[in-house]
């Protein structure tokens, strides 16, 4: 079985110890030696992606109301930071070297646009990747993946020299959204997220439209050999999201490429533990 180090990629951020999707998270994540950063978009009303996990803001921001009916005005007055208790670093935490200035706190608790996000990933180390998780309302069916290439286009990063070089990889639970993504900008890599094993995924083979597939780490709890299948077919893994020491053990074990995690800097210790 390889036993290579997966890559470590922050769920939402450095999510465990700073409110999730908010510009603190993500430069906790990169001060944790993070190898990726994971983000969910959403369409605002007026037509700009935004990083928010749930189709509302209810849970995770001080205000009400469904992203997709929001303008980007209106979210911009939210605090996104105060319903997270925020866990201090102890020093341990922080096993690399800062590589981003502390801004300003009501900065850092904001709205995050993706335009932001892409704008931290350039000034990150260039071997970090940016792993875009598509939720898209069905009223924006198809709108959502033509805007993200499109930015991410007049950012440069739309046509990598290669899949493995690509800074950006693009992700979602549909099929529908990874194909779109596939046919606007062949060259990125996709991955098919997973929360089932349904009967035609189980051999590790995917469609020609995905290139990397993305099982929970439940699934690998009752198969772990699913990466082993994958990789013969030629595909990495993405796990998420994958916290518990059992839990990152199985992943080393089994192979995985990419590990999510709420807690980068604990996941990397117990990796280099082990
Ligand atoms: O990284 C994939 C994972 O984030 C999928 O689940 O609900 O956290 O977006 P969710
Ligand atoms: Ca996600």
Redesign the pocket.
């Known amino acids: 079985m390889p036993c290579v180090r997966p890559e470590i990629v922050a769920?939402?951020g450095a999510s465990q110890h700073r409110a999730e999707h908010t510009r603190a998270a993500y430069e906790l994540a990169l001060q944790q030696g993070a190898d990726g950063l994971?983000?969910?978009i959403r369409l605002t009303r007026d037509g700009h992606l935004v990083c928010v996990?749930d189709r509302t803001v209810d849970r995770t921001s001080s205000g009400r109301g469904v992203v997709s009916t929001l303008t980007l005005a209106k979210l911009n007055e939210l605090d996104f930071g105060g319903w997270h208790h925020e866990l201090p670093d102890s020093a341990d935490d922080l096993v690399h070297e800062p590589v981003a200035q502390p801004s300003a706190e009501v900065h850092d608790r904001g709205l995050l646009t993706l335009e932001d996000l892409l704008g931290l990933l350039k000034d990150s180390p260039p071997h970090v990747k940016l792993f875009i998780?598509t939720?898209h309302p069905v009223r924006y069916t198809g709108l959502v993946e033509a805007k993200l290439v499109a930015q991410l286009r007049r950012h440069g990063l739309s046509a990598p020299v290669s899949k493995e070089e690509s800074r950006i990889v693009v992700?979602s639970f549909s099929r529908l959204a990874v194909r779109r993504v596939r046919e606007h900008a062949p060259k990125l890599p996709t991955v098919l997220l997973l929360d089932r094993l349904l009967p035609g995924l189980r051999t590790g083979a995917l469609p020609d439209w995905a290139d990397i597939t993305g099982p929970g780490v439940h699934l690998l709890r009752e198969d772990p050999d699913y990466v082993s299948r994958s990789a013969e077919q030629g595909h990495d893994t993405y796990c998420?999201t994958v916290d518990k020491p059992e839990d990152i053990d199985l992943c080393r074990r089994a192979g995985v490429r990419y590990l999510a995690t709420n807690a980068p800097a604990n996941t990397r210790r117990h990796l280099e533990s082990g």
């Open positions: 769920h939402r994971e983000c969910d996990h998780e939720k992700m998420w």
